[in-house]
Nanobody, 126 residues
Framework: QVQLAESGGGLVQAGGSLRLSCQISGRTSSSYGTGWFRQGPQKEREFVAAISGGGAETLYADSVKGRFTISRDYARKTIYLEMNSLKPEDTAVYSC???????????????????WGQGTQVTVSS
């Protein structure tokens, strides 16, 4: 059974940094795209960042480009989201998601992801 578990969320002041982690279990291969999405208060879920199975391709939402970095550690089967220069509008529940083994590329489309974590809360105070 594939499971994704996020951690690293919390409360931070504007301008601060956080690193989110997504531990993936139940998969024998790392050849699948993985992404981070977020849903703010009274907002729809939106794409944040994604990385391909091989790690060569990364995608970012315009709102986080230059501030957030997605990476993956194959040995630990963990996906990271390094978030710098945080803004109050970054406040949201952040969820990681992974695609099936058929899809190794990164994607901005939430519907293309098969497995989802429960999410971790990130709150940025002004």
């Amino acid at each position: 059974q594939v499971q994704l578990a996020e951690s690293g969320g919390g409360l931070v002041q504007a301008g601060g940094s956080l690193r989110l982690s997504c531990q993936i279990s139940g998969r024998t291969s790392s050849s699948y795209g993985t992404g981070w999405f977020r849903q703010g208060p009274q907002k729809e879920r939106e794409f944040v960042a994604a990385i391909s199975g091989g790690g060569a391709e990364t995608l970012y939402a315009d709102s986080v480009k230059g501030r957030f970095t997605i990476s993956r550690d194959y040995a630990r089967k963990t996906i990271y989201l390094e978030m710098n220069s945080l803004k109050p509008e970054d406040t949201a529940v952040y969820s990681c998601a992974s695609r099936s083994l058929l899809y190794s590329g990164a994607s901005v489309d939430a519907h293309s992801y098969t497995y989802w974590g429960q999410g971790t809360q990130v709150t940025v105070s002004s």
